[in-house]
């Protein structure tokens, strides 16, 4: 059973910052995590990932509590990819990749040939195989946020947790890379903020609004005009072609102050 995540409750500086939130994915689904800013999408990320210990409920991996799981089981399942990963470290994109690996190892090492598959593979799929031997801080933002994606790959997770991943990625990378995660057969939550794209490359989306979900389903059910002034209090239309929706907003008239 995928990482579900059953009545979560979170709560920070005294705000609940998550309020009942459950999401049961099907194995090998993507789910897009959708909502304003400060909704809670990367708080519920946090949580899958096991870094916020829920105040009420459980994040379960194969119907285990995951609290009652070793961190090295869970990242040897779950791969995160956070919205600003940086590193002052003078590291090269293979250094980065190889960090995927390191739930793979035991105290006596692991199985190098294995691993330097694993790594290959990794750089492959996200087109980063030529640039293993660039020096992290000469990438551009768009090239880090890719050999993130290969290190969590190369992690051979059964989950993975993406924050806004196509930040950065100019529109033939992010159609790329959403295509690439929609194509893997692990089961995926991305926080997104374009619905077009949801709309794209989710079977199912969540969209939160202050810590609680408002609407889930197929973005064909929820991806509506209602959905959008509602939740983003912004006026749009919204065509369905081949079950997919797509949204095109209107501009709204400037307040001029003088
Ligand atoms: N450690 C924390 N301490 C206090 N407040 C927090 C903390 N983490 C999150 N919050 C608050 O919880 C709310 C949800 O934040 P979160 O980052 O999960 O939203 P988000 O939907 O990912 O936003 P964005 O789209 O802007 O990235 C925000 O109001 C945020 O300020």
């Given at each position: 059973m995928p990482l579900h995540a059953k009545h979560i409750g979170w709560s920070r500086g005294g705000n609940l910052?998550?309020?009942g939130v459950t999401v049961e994915p099907s194995p090998g689904e993507t789910i897009g995590l959708l909502g304003p800013?400060?909704?809670g999408k990367s708080s519920l990320l946090g949580v899958l990932a096991g870094v916020h210990k829920p105040d009420a409920g459980h994040v379960l991996l194969d119907g285990i509590d995951i609290r009652s799981m070793r961190r090295r089981q869970v990242a040897r399942r779950v791969a995160t990819v956070e919205q600003h990963a940086d590193t002052e470290v003078d590291v090269s994109v293979l250094d980065v990749v190889r960090l995927g690996r390191i739930p793979h190892r035991g105290a006596f090492g692991g199985d190098d040939a294995v691993d330097e598959i694993a790594v290959e593979m990794a750089l492959r799929h996200t087109g980063m195989l030529d640039h293993?031997?660039?020096?992290?801080?000469?990438?551009s933002g768009g090239e880090r946020q890719r050999v993130q994606i290969a290190r969590a790959l190369a992690q051979e997770p059964d989950e993975l947790l993406l924050d806004e991943p196509t930040n950065h990625l100019d529109i033939s990378h992010q159609l790329d890379l959403l295509a690439l995660v929609y194509e893997l057969p692990m089961t995926s939550y991305i926080a997104l903020h374009d619905l077009n794209l949801a709309a794209m490359f989710c079977d199912r989306v969540v969209v939160l609004a202050r810590g609680s979900i408002v609407a889930t389903g197929t973005p064909a059910e929820v991806v509506t005009e209602e959905l959008v002034e509602h939740v983003y209090g912004v006026r749009a239309q919204v065509t369905i072609e081949d079950g997919i929706p797509t949204v095109k907003y209107r501009r709204a008239l400037r307040a001029v102050m003088r």
């Open positions: 910052v998550l309020d800013n400060g909704s293993r031997y660039r020096r992290w801080h000469t990438l």
